[in-house]
């Protein structure tokens, strides 16, 4: 597929065609890119994403006692994001424990505590970049160990092309808690510029301009990569690489934030059916 020709996308109004996968047949069951006539419904759907997100990461076992945290912007007040309340496994968050904070980290709604570490390094990287409206952060299994290495991911597949010269090695603070704000600005620069980083020592974040849907996916994506990376080395054998060519086709057509977004919407759908708890 990495090597076929893109079709012309049709400009015709209401159809909103961004990518190969939307089905030019009319009347087929497919996700619709979705539009909002108030900031409260807009607010709704944010809030509900961000639930599923995290119950997401939850079903893949990327919990690890309270750390670990997921935001995404108000659409009306964008200086303030919705984010997981500290304490609570990702699988038991729901509608009505998130909480809503603002840059220095002080809940203005909500009844639960928020995670210091969470807005020391999602509030730098807000605050830095306007356009970046959702991040994600966890301490999984086979991201920090990939960190451990310092070390890029190599383009070993298609999927591993969604981060083609798009994710970043930081060493800074590297280590350390990030409960100071100074750790925050210092990894906030690298962070905005990509969708993955590598914090060695440390573990995994994303962040996106499109949706915390676009967040969730491509995290789950990035712990996905270390993981079959770290899988690929152990057996010693070198594998063979994507060309830059045919990575920079796959992260364009394969790995765009629509893309991401379309992907999660098959967990959003699975965890709305199976948990519905998640709406309380
Ligand atoms: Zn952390």
Request: charged residues 20%; hydrophobic residues 40%.
């Amino acid at each position: 597929m990495a090597e076929e020709e893109t079709p012309m996308l049709d400009n015709v109004p209401g159809r909103n065609r961004v990518s190969i996968y939307q089905p030019e047949q009319e009347g087929l069951v497919f996700p619709e890119i979705p539009s909002f006539a108030t900031h409260a419904e807009e607010r709704d759907y944010r809030k509900k994403h961000l639930v599923a997100a995290t119950r997401a990461f939850g079903m893949h076992g990327f919990d690890y006692g309270f750390a670990g945290h997921l935001t995404v912007r108000d659409p009306e007040h964008p200086e303030l994001y919705w984010t997981n309340p500290m304490c609570v496994h990702f699988s038991q968050v729901k509608m009505s424990n998130l909480i809503l904070a603002d840059h220095e980290g002080r809940v203005v709604e909500g009844r639960y505590a928020i995670n210091r570490a969470g807005f020391v390094l999602h509030a730098a990287v807000h605050e830095e970049y306007p356009e970046v409206m959702a991040m994600c952060h966890a301490h999984t299994t086979y991201g920090t160990a990939w960190c451990a290495t310092g070390r890029k991911l190599d383009m070993i597949s298609q999927d591993a092309a969604a981060f083609y010269n798009d994710h970043a090695v930081i060493g800074a603070s590297a280590g350390a808690v990030a409960v100071e704000r100074e750790s925050g600005w210092s990894v906030a620069k690298e962070m905005g510029r990509n969708r993955g980083i590598l914090h060695q020592s440390h573990g995994l974040l994303t962040s996106s301009r499109h949706s915390i849907d676009d967040a969730a996916f491509w995290f789950i994506a990035l712990e996905r990569a270390c993981q079959q990376q770290l899988m690929v080395e152990a057996t010693g054998i070198k594998p063979q690489l994507l060309s830059d060519k045919t990575a920079a086709y796959s992260r364009e057509h394969v790995g765009s934030d629509f893309i991401g977004w379309l992907h999660f919407q098959t967990l959003y759908d699975h965890i709305a059916a199976t948990q519905p708890d998640m709406f309380d």
